[in-house]
């Protein structure tokens, strides 16, 4: 393996814990709880119990102060929404070690400086940074600075913005870095989705690429992983119809479940970058394709013609390709009719063709 292509290895797979998340790897599909606990601790428990139970590889929640997240007033509707998601601050130790026991990666997005700390404290394996947050410098090198990895969501950004906040993370000491495809619409429309601005990303930086999708139902996300997507990240709920903001457009335990099993399908179908036959084929190259055989006998000393011959099934013998090199060559012994033309029952000089 060549120097470049050991470096383009190291920079497009970042370690999660134990699991590495990149190039090679399968996809790292992320169950976002966001609010959806609606403030209930046993909810926020059962919505983890359903991510274990889709298959997925980690679940996030969001770790936020309505305080410190709005300019809105306490009596505003806007402020008494954040006000009534909130993750309690005594919840998440537990909840960690809850998903931990499941098997799963606890993942939150922290909205301050209190809520990095906080996440810091309790262990978390990676930062999730929201999009909203792309350009909130003091944010993304506070984080970079705790030195472990982070997910960048990009909705509503331009390249050069995401470039400039990739800039930021990096001169703070950290490439530890994942790039999110999104669209800062709930839900989002599949007119405005643009998957392929994750293949154009992809191309630009060295660094692992995937989508946070906010779409409804799970079409896009298994666009994004056929178009090499390494991190997926969707909503879920236990129910659609609950109050809550962000329920209406995310899955449900069942059809989270289905996404999963699809991407892992997908991906035993996308196997490499490579152009060859697979093993089973083998039969059928002999069988499907043609070989050259004698239409009529052709007597010893014979000047082969195209009359003489003709393409057909199986494959034995002489490939079609090299017809013209069997014309105006002489049968060095007798050939049936119905025998397969081989190099050793021809001449190797050609006369002239008839």
């Given at each position: 393996?060549?120097?470049?292509?050991?470096?383009?290895?190291?920079?497009?797979?970042?370690?999660?814990?134990?699991?590495?998340?990149?190039?090679?790897?399968?996809?790292?599909?992320?169950?976002?709880?966001?609010?959806?606990?609606?403030?209930?601790?046993?909810?926020?428990?059962?919505?983890?119990?359903?991510?274990?139970?889709?298959?997925?590889?980690?679940?996030?929640?969001?770790?936020?102060?309505?305080?410190?997240?709005?300019?809105?007033?306490?009596?505003?509707?806007?402020?008494?929404?954040?006000?009534?998601?909130?993750?309690?601050?005594?919840?998440?130790?537990?909840?960690?070690?809850?998903?931990?026991?499941?098997?799963?990666?606890?993942?939150?997005?922290?909205?301050?400086?209190?809520?990095?700390?906080?996440?810091e404290d309790i262990g978390v394996?990676?930062?999730?940074?929201?999009?909203?947050?792309?350009?909130?410098?003091?944010?993304?090198?506070?984080?970079?600075?705790?030195?472990?990895?982070?997910?960048?969501?990009?909705?509503?950004?331009?390249?050069?913005?995401?470039?400039?906040?990739?800039?930021?993370?990096?001169?703070?000491?950290?490439?530890?870095?994942?790039?999110?495809?999104?669209?800062?619409?709930?839900?989002?429309?599949?007119?405005?989705?643009?998957?392929?601005?994750?293949?154009?990303?992809?191309?630009?930086?060295?660094?692992?690429?995937?989508?946070?999708?906010?779409?409804?139902?799970?079409?896009?996300?298994?666009?994004?992983?056929?178009?090499g997507a390494k991190v997926v990240?969707?909503?879920?709920?236990?129910?659609?119809?609950?109050?809550?903001?962000d329920h209406p457009f995310a899955?449900?335990?069942?059809?989270?479940?289905?996404?999963?099993?699809?991407?892992?399908?997908?991906?035993?179908?996308?196997?490499?970058?490579?152009?060859?036959?697979?093993?089973?084929?083998?039969?059928?190259?002999?069988?499907?394709?043609?070989?050259?055989?004698?239409?009529?006998?052709?007597?010893?000393?014979?000047?082969?013609?195209?009359?003489?011959?003709?393409?057909?099934?199986?494959?034995?013998?002489?490939?079609?390709?090299?017809?013209?090199?069997?014309?105006?060559?002489?049968?060095?012994?007798?050939?049936?009719?119905?025998?397969?033309?081989?190099?050793?029952?021809?001449?190797?000089?050609?006369?002239?063709?008839?």
């Open positions: 393996m060549t120097p470049v292509r050991v470096l383009y290895l190291i920079m497009k797979r970042i370690k999660i814990g134990k699991r590495w998340v990149g190039e090679g790897r399968p996809c790292f599909i992320i169950a976002e709880a966001g609010s959806n606990h609606n403030k209930s601790l046993s909810q926020a428990k059962r919505l983890i119990d359903v991510a274990k139970e889709a298959g997925v590889d980690a679940v996030k929640f969001q770790t936020f102060q309505a305080e410190k997240l709005t300019a809105s007033k306490r009596d505003t509707p806007l402020f008494k929404t954040l006000k009534n998601y909130e993750l309690p601050k005594k919840w998440h130790q537990e909840l960690l070690k809850y998903a931990n026991l499941k098997g799963l990666v606890f993942l939150s997005t922290p909205f301050d400086e209190r809520g990095v700390n906080l996440l394996l990676a930062f999730k940074v929201a999009s909203g947050d792309i350009t909130h410098f003091p944010l993304l090198m506070y984080i970079a600075k705790k030195g472990r990895p982070i997910i960048l969501s990009t909705g509503a950004s331009t390249l050069r913005e995401v470039e400039s906040a990739l800039g930021v993370i990096s001169n703070s000491g950290n490439e530890q870095i994942i790039l999110l495809h999104c669209v800062v619409q709930y839900p989002a429309n599949l007119k405005e989705v643009n998957l392929r601005a994750l293949t154009l990303m992809e191309e630009v930086f060295p660094y692992p690429i995937g989508l946070s999708d906010h779409t409804l139902g799970k079409l896009v996300p298994l666009g994004a992983v056929a178009l990240e969707k909503h879920f709920t236990l129910d659609r119809t609950l109050p809550g903001p899955l449900e335990p069942a059809e989270l479940k289905e996404m999963v099993r699809e991407i892992r399908s997908l991906e035993k179908a996308l196997g490499k970058k490579l152009k060859r036959p697979v093993k089973r084929e083998a039969k059928m190259r002999i069988e499907a394709r043609r070989g050259i055989y004698a239409q009529v006998d052709i007597p010893k000393d014979t000047t082969i013609t195209k009359k003489m011959l003709k393409i057909v099934r199986p494959a034995k013998g002489i490939e079609p390709k090299d017809y013209d090199l069997v014309l105006g060559r002489k049968a060095r012994m007798n050939i049936k009719e119905g025998e397969e033309i081989r190099w050793g029952k021809i001449s190797n000089a050609k006369n002239v063709v008839i």
